[in-house]
């Protein structure tokens, strides 16, 4: 069973995680989350090109970014359980 876990201070980093971020208000979300100060964004999505796109225009709106495909069920648990966001 997953649990979610609080963040852990008002300080801590913030890591936001965006399916359907390849375009449309995906891609729209992941640009808005990217500018809060301190937060990383996960763009998933299923097109790689486009998920790449938004993912840059993360990071020009100065966050950190990474794309991954969200259609793989491994990526989305290591997302999760290995980034401290849910404990097993």
Do not use: F, W, Y
Not at 61 to 74: E, L, N, P, V, Y
């Amino acid at each position: 069973m997953l649990k979610i876990q609080p963040m852990a201070s008002a300080n801590s980093q913030k890591v936001a995680i965006v399916t359907g971020g390849s375009s449309g208000i995906g891609r729209a979300t992941a640009v808005v989350l990217a500018k809060e100060e301190g937060t990383k964004v996960v763009v998933a999505a299923r097109r790689e090109k486009e998920g790449e796109e938004t993912a840059q225009l993360v990071k020009e709106a100065g966050s950190d970014s990474i794309c991954k495909d969200r259609r793989d069920k491994r990526i989305t648990h290591t997302l999760l359980v290995d980034g401290g966001i849910v404990s097993r």
